[in-house]
């Protein structure tokens, strides 16, 4: 509910400031899409790989 509190009135403010150039911003929101999208998809590679990277030093240590 917050975030919508918070996010509602900056979208309808950027409609408004840009509805001169709709296109331009609808191309730029997708492109802000897609990049938030890889970013996420290296951040959870990345992660995924520490894991497995601690997983297998903790497993080979002599006990």
């Known amino acids: 509910m917050a975030a919508l509190c918070l996010s509602a009135p900056v979208v309808v403010?950027?409609?408004y400031a840009?509805?001169?150039s709709v296109d331009a911003v609808?191309?730029?929101a997708a492109r802000a899409e897609h990049l938030?999208?890889?970013a996420t998809t290296a951040a959870l590679l990345t992660v995924g790989?520490?894991?497995r990277l601690r997983t297998r030093r903790?497993?080979?240590r002599p006990r």
């Open 13 to 15: 403010a950027l409609g």
């Open 18 to 20: 840009f509805s001169h």
């Open 26 to 28: 609808a191309k730029g």
């Open 36 to 38: 938030l999208v890889l």
């Open 49 to 51: 790989g520490v894991r």
């Open 58 to 60: 903790l497993a080979q």
